[in-house]
């Protein structure tokens, strides 16, 4: 693809133009990239450039998954109370024993950045100021199942039914509350009042 082409001349050559400009202007950069995708399978099917490839696999760090490191669940989990608690205004917002004990158990499919969601979620919706083993459960993703030990299901189906779950894991770790339970699910009051309706959830 173009970008690629664009990317490596600017990683090569060190030279770049500004989108609408016609000035060569010289680069003077360090690149960290990162990704989650297998780029040499991408290069074998030709949809990663190999020239690319190469050039910017020059100190490859394979990062663990969440999953393989559960001694830093709590200390990102610590982290990430204490910058949502900033953001949503909430300092008092504590994360009981068992609570840790539970984001620690879990397999984080998506890694970092679906820990870094529950823990929103949990700030957000807390009313009681210690967030308990109990708020945590409903928060979390449910394991998925092995594809090949389940029958053919509809994607439409499935995918409705995960957004069912979600809907009312929300409304049930809210205590209710729409406004919350929508703040948490990052969707406003009506989109939420439609999918209720849609799922028809009272």
């Known amino acids: 693809p173009a970008t690629q082409v664009k990317l490596l001349r600017v990683l090569q050559d060190r030279q770049f133009e500004r989108l609408g400009g016609t000035q060569?202007?010289?680069?003077?950069v360090r690149v960290v990239a990162a990704t989650h995708r297998d780029l040499e399978a991408l290069v074998r099917e030709g949809?990663?450039?190999e020239d690319l490839f190469y050039r910017i696999n020059v100190v490859p760090v394979r990062m663990p998954a969440l999953?393989?490191?559960?001694?830093?669940?709590?200390?990102?989990a610590d982290y990430f109370l204490k910058k949502f608690r900033q953001e949503h205004d909430k300092p008092s917002v504590k994360l009981d024993g068992?609570?840790?004990e539970a984001l620690a158990a879990h397999g984080w499919p998506g890694n970092v950045r679906e820990l870094q969601n529950v823990v929103e979620r949990l700030v957000v919706l807390n009313q009681a100021g210690l967030i308990l083993?109990?708020?945590?459960?409903?928060?979390l993703a449910p394991k998925l199942t092995d594809p090949r030990s389940a029958g053919p299901v509809a994607l439409g189906a499935s995918v409705a039914g995960a957004e069912k779950a979600a809907i009312e894991a929300a409304l049930k770790a809210a205590g209710g509350?729409?406004?919350?339970a929508a703040k948490a699910l990052g969707v406003s009051r009506r989109t939420l009042h439609n999918k209720l309706n849609e799922h028809g959830i009272a």
């Not at 060569?24 to 003077?28: G, K, M, V, Y």
């Not at 509350?177 to 919350?180: G, L, M, S």
């Open 67 to 76: 999953r393989e490191r559960p001694t830093d669940i709590p200390l990102l």
């Open 177 to 180: 509350n729409r406004t919350h």
């Open 47 to 49: 949809k990663f450039r």
């Open 98 to 100: 068992k609570a840790i």
């Open 133 to 139: 083993e109990q708020d945590v459960k409903p928060c």
């Open 24 to 28: 060569t202007l010289r680069a003077d």
